[in-house]
């Protein structure tokens, strides 16, 4: 029998909370996932860990998630970054930055819906 690798994830949230509401079912299905709530360190970490999914807030302390996400685009063009907020007049700078998606956060669909967008992207 074959074993298959599951993909790696990065959350990248300052509100620990959602990243530990996106991290459990994750877990569970048997991804391996960190967390990061400093986004500074989104760089340096993908650079050394090398993740196949980077899930990402907009709204952190500096620098916002987009902005992150074009300078990782500019080392990375595989990787698929998921660009997250609450708002979702933040589609539009995700998507110029190089997201391979953004997703509309819902508290109470999250868990659910993170399942789904993982579909896309796994084997």
Known sequence: MVETRKSKILIVDDDISICKALKRPLTLDGYF???LTAPKEVLNIHNTQKYDIIFMDTEMPLPIGYKICAELRK???????????????YEKQWMDAGATQFYHKDAIT???DVKKILQQYVD
């Open 33 to 35: 996932v960190d967390i």
């Open 75 to 89: 080392q990375d063009s595989v990787v698929t970054i998921i660009g997250m907020s609450s708002e979702r007049e």
């Open 110 to 112: 999250m868990q659910k």
